[in-house]
């Protein structure tokens, strides 16, 4: 069964920072990288950052050098370290195997981010 567990939004200032969490099925977190995406208001869902078993990543321009993205295998957990927030990350954050399957993709429910100005 599958299984995106999203926590650690919230609402911080510009400049602030946040740590997204995400627990996913074991069987998802084993064989897959893993992503964060997001999805602003009146948006396409856009792929933010990835990480792949062994550990490499690849981060969209728009949040290189802000944000790291890490997962812990013993937790089945993927997170994301967002620092010098922009208002223009306010959006709803998710996690996913990256790249997307293709057909019908499950999505959790997903974590608000808000960034003030």
């Known amino acids: 069964q599958v299984q995106l567990v999203e926590s650690g939004g919230g609402l911080v200032q510009a400049g602030g920072s946040l740590r997204l969490s995400c627990v996913a099925s074991?069987?998802?977190?084993?064989?897959?990288?893993m992503g964060w995406y997001r999805q602003a208001p009146g948006k396409q869902r856009e792929l933010v950052a990835a990480v792949t078993s062994g550990g490499s990543t690849k981060y969209a321009v728009f949040v290189k050098g802000r944000f790291t993205i890490s997962r812990d295998a013993s937790k089945n957990t993927v997170y994301l370290q967002m620092n010098s927030l922009k208002p223009e990350d306010t959006a709803v954050y998710y996690c996913?195997?990256?790249?997307?399957?293709?057909?019908?993709?499950?999505w959790g429910q997903g974590t608000q981010v808000t960034v003030s100005s």
């Open positions: 074991e069987i998802i977190f084993r064989f897959f990288a």
């Open positions: 996913n195997r990256d790249p997307l399957p293709t057909g019908n993709t499950y």
